[in-house]
């Protein structure tokens, strides 16, 4: 007997529950809730292992030095943000995956980088069980600033403006990027 297949709005539902509780700073155990008790869940945030402690690592189960848990933690450690939304939902009913773009301000809140902020867009990867609860999370989002606040040379090269837009400080706001395009 084959189990059975969430539907898109079940799918839907889990996926915005989850990015929900993340903007609300949910504590640790609330988002792990949101994720598989049947399967191995695992999270990944796309990028080099060097540039910031929680990139490039695969962190996989409940509990332990690589789980999913410890990839929370190390984000509340090092990040705070404001201004957490997700738009442009795409669910993928037969593969049970749903994708969103998420923006917010982040602040790296230790070390050389303290107080640094920028603003930025990034995505989500859900992978969900039969349960419609979240088998692998993955992320990619920018690391380059991550990397630059993390060193405390981020506000060196941007300026924060009103609006919460990050302009270059030698004034190429001319430039586009591949979000812009």
């Not at 070390?111 to 640094?116: E, P, T």
């Amino acid at each position: 007997m084959f189990a059975r297949e969430p539907t898109r709005s079940e799918l839907l539902e889990s996926a915005k529950g989850l990015c929900n509780s993340f903007a609300a700073k949910a504590d640790i155990d609330t988002l792990l809730a949101h994720f598989s008790s049947t399967h191995q869940i695992s999270a990944y945030e796309h990028g080099l292992p060097v540039l910031a402690p929680f990139l490039g690592r695969s962190f996989a189960g409940r509990t332990g030095p690589t789980s999913v848990k410890t990839y929370f933690e190390l984000l509340q450690q090092h990040l705070s943000y404001t201004d957490m939304s997700f738009t442009g939902w795409v669910v993928d009913a037969q593969a049970s995956r749903v994708s969103v773009k998420g923006s917010a301000k982040f602040t790296w809140i230790e070390g050389a980088g303290k107080d640094q902020s920028w603003v930025e867009q990034f995505v989500y990867l859900l992978d969900f069980d039969q349960d419609a609860k979240v088998t692998d999370y993955q992320v990619w989002a920018d690391s380059g600033a991550a990397y630059l606040a993390r060193r405390g040379e981020l506000s060196q090269l941007t300026a924060i403006e009103g609006g919460g837009t990050v302009k270059p400080a030698d004034d190429q706001d001319d430039a586009k990027t591949l979000v812009d395009a």
